[in-house]
């Protein structure tokens, strides 16, 4: 089973508007971190922001914030006025807890045109 | 401060050669992750060093393989060149090798491998 799922391949959103950029994720453990990374053209990850899964509120970096729905096991991004810039290929991971403290699992991305 | 340095930006190879990346880390980072990017594919955890040992190791076979200098930097060897290795391959490091969830990996640019 997928570790990680993006199911929107691709994303066509107005400028300044917002847009739900959706991740579900498979884990059996009752600690793990949730990311998301933003990779523009020039191939570089981008941190964006991150959610525990024992923060009880959503993570928000400045336009980002994280929809950490624990029970649907669901942790979508949301960037609020979009700009040209976000265009990109957005990539939700998750890191367990135990042994493989340091393996992510990366989804297959979702790739965010923003419009002028 | 200087982020994660890779090098070569392009490698092209031919088929059963051998190919070396590198990667420097941030200053004071101590761990170091390598993941591959297939063309249009999300990214597959490759090896973890930290502190000029090998941690973990994802799924690929044997002729990959490293290595983790007292500098922290670190190599990618690749043997064997097969046309499927054509990819991305993405650095990270980190500052803590492990027990902290939000342990956030800082990405290179990457080195773009063709096999021809």
């Known amino acids: 089973a997928q570790k990680i799922t993006q199911t929107q391949p691709g994303m066509f959103v107005q400028e300044k508007e917002a847009v739900t950029l959706d991740c579900t994720y498979d884990t059996s453990d009752q600690s793990y971190g949730l990311f998301w990374y933003k990779q523009p053209s020039s191939g570089e990850m981008i941190f964006l922001i991150y959610q525990g899964s024992y923060d009880e509120q959503n993570a928000t970096e400045g336009r980002y914030s994280l929809n950490f729905q624990k029970a649907r096991k669901s942790a979508n991004l949301v960037i609020s006025a979009s700009q040209l810039g976000d265009s990109a290929m957005y990539f939700c991971a998750m890191r367990e807890g135990g042994y493989n403290f340091n393996k992510f699992y990366f989804g297959s991305g979702t790739k965010l045109n923003v419009k002028p | 401060e200087a982020g994660v340095t890779q090098s070569p930006t392009h490698l092209i190879k031919t088929r059963g050669q051998q190919a070396t990346l590198r990667c420097s880390p941030i200053?004071?980072?101590?761990?170091v992750y390598w993941y591959q990017q297939a063309l249009g594919l999300g990214l597959q955890f490759l090896l973890w060093?930290?502190?000029?040992?090998?941690?973990n190791r994802g799924n690929f076979p044997p002729r990959f393989s490293g290595r983790q200098f007292p500098n922290y930097s670190s190599e990618l060897n690749v043997n064997a060149l097969e046309l499927e290795d054509s990819a991305l391959y993405l650095c990270a490091s980190s500052k803590v090798a492990g027990g902290i969830l939000k342990n956030i990996q800082y990405f290179g640019a990457g080195t773009r491998l063709s096999v021809l």
């Open positions: 200053s004071g980072h101590t761990s």
């Open positions: 060093y930290d502190e000029g040992e090998e941690r």
